[in-house]
């Protein structure tokens, strides 16, 4: 899909949650198409928005045995070093800078309960100095595995692109249990293609992470583009790019991370999340803080589309928050009817978006079903073709609160008992245009 640089003058001036997003935006796609009118919409909107402090996530892992791969290492390939890796042991897995094909696979023994792993790339040929960027290390056809029932694991630094895998996750496939802890830093995930042959519903087109018990999973600068699900005998797709489910006490965030340009798509059932699919079920929380999802597609078929920028669902007393999340020209190319952000809160869960944006999908812009607990505060919805807004409540507490939607099919379709205040509705705010 090509779009118009000229977004910039409508959904991408945005404030701070989109500013911070496209400053990298060049190395990856143009910006989504739109009217200046919304970049002056916006900009002064974003510009209220209360300071956040600096997020802090745990610092890196120390490792005791430090295994090489590459040219110049002891090994040839990630999935040999890994074999080496004894549970309740500290490992560091080295790989040098270049392109690295095939070889990858599981990379925990059988049963790790203990012990701490992280694995690497940008390593120069003496593995004594490293350049922190994605792109100096590339796995070319390496779908990693990661199964854990505790102990650490780090991925960082790395691009695993091009792999083309019968299941879940078409470059990594993630699960979790007990207090496993995994961190994923600073990857690019593009190019990947899951399910193909698979029979059944498939997740997670670039990632899949299934968590359980108390374990926790943090996605962090990373950039999730062009990944695929589009199988020729599965059913039912879930998340073009990510796919997450949380279950137990678990605990998932995901922070200052791109999905963008990815597709969900299968012509036999439904489609749900063209970008990012989330999960969170029994007493489970997830956090998505200062992301963006961009540019997503829901394909042609069977069955429903939902969701073509993120689908969101909770059950029992599962929670998620988005804070500063802009949700950009995700659109449905089969039917034009799926909203760019599809919440559904089951009753005694709970979803909050706050301080976040959406803008220019092909129809709806936010819709929610809830029976729980639905916060929607200080939100940007702008050129969406359906409605901007969209509630039904049968039970349980739904606000929308501070919110501009403005230049939508229909700026607001709220069904139930819902509580609103301080919003801008189908009103020209004439902000000052931020490129002149």
């Known amino acids: 899909m090509v779009l118009d640089h000229r977004s910039c003058d409508r959904a991408a001036g945005l404030g701070a949650c989109v500013v911070q997003a496209t400053r990298c935006a060049g190395r990856f796609q143009a910006e989504p198409a739109g009217p200046r009118r919304i970049g002056r919409l916006v900009s002064r909107a974003m510009k209220m928005l209360p300071a956040v402090g600096l997020l802090m996530i745990s610092g890196p892992v120390s490792a005791q045995t430090i295994l090489t791969v590459g040219p110049d290492g002891a090994y040839t390939t990630v999935g040999s070093a890994a074999s080496q890796i004894v549970n309740g042991s500290d490992y560091e ?10 070889g990858v696979g599981l990379v925990s023994p059988v049963s790790f309960t203990s012990g701490s792993v992280v694995i690497s790339g940008g390593w120069t040929s003496s593995f004594s100095t490293q350049t922190p960027h994605p792109n100096a290390t590339r796995l070319h056809e390496g779908r990693m595995e990661i199964w854990i029932q505790g102990g650490s694991y780090r991925v960082e630094n790395l691009t695993s692109r091009d792999s083309t895998a019968g299941f879940d996750g078409g470059a990594m496939d993630i699960r979790l249990s007990g207090d496993a802890h995994v961190r994923l830093e600073r990857l690019w995930i593009v190019d990947n293609q899951a399910g193909v042959s698979m029979v059944g ?83 489970s929380s997830v956090e998505l803080i200062d992301c963006t999802v961009r540019g997503n597609t829901l394909g042609a078929g069977t069955g429903s589309s939902e969701g073509s920028g993120a689908f969101i669902t909770t059950n029992l007393t599962g929670r998620v ?62 050129d969406n073709a359906g409605d901007g807004v969209k509630i039904s409540t049968s ?42």
Request: charged content about 15%; hydrophobic content about 40%.
């Open 93 to 102: 897995i080295r790989i040098q800078v270049g392109d690295h094909w095939g």
């Open 201 to 283: 519903d498939l997740h997670g087109g670039g990632v899949n992470a299934g968590l359980t018990d108390s374990s926790r999973i943090e996605i962090a600068d990373c950039q999730v583009s062009r990944n695929v699900m589009e199988p020729t005998l599965g059913e039912a797709t879930y998340g073009g790019g990510v796919y997450l489910s949380t279950s137990g006490s678990s605990t998932a965030l995901l922070t200052r991370t791109r999905i963008e340009g990815n597709s969900c798509a299968s012509s036999v059932s439904g489609r749900y999340g063209g970008g990012l699919f989330v999960f969170a079920q029994a007493s």
């Open 321 to 382: 928050v988005a804070r500063r999340v802009s949700w950009l020209a995700n659109l449905d190319t089969g039917t034009a009817s799926a909203a760019q952000t599809h919440i559904n809160v089951a009753s005694d869960a709970a979803v909050e978006v706050t301080d976040s944006v959406v803008c220019s999908g092909n129809d709806i812009g936010v819709q929610a079903y809830s029976q729980g607990v639905l916060r929607l505060t200080n939100l940007t919805v702008a």
């Open 395 to 436: 039970s349980g507490v739904a606000s929308l609160y501070n919110t501009i939607a403005f230049l939508n099919g229909a700026d607001t379709n709220l069904t139930g008992t819902i509580s609103t205040g301080g919003n801008l509705i189908g009103v020209d705010p004439i902000f000052d245009d931020p490129v002149g």
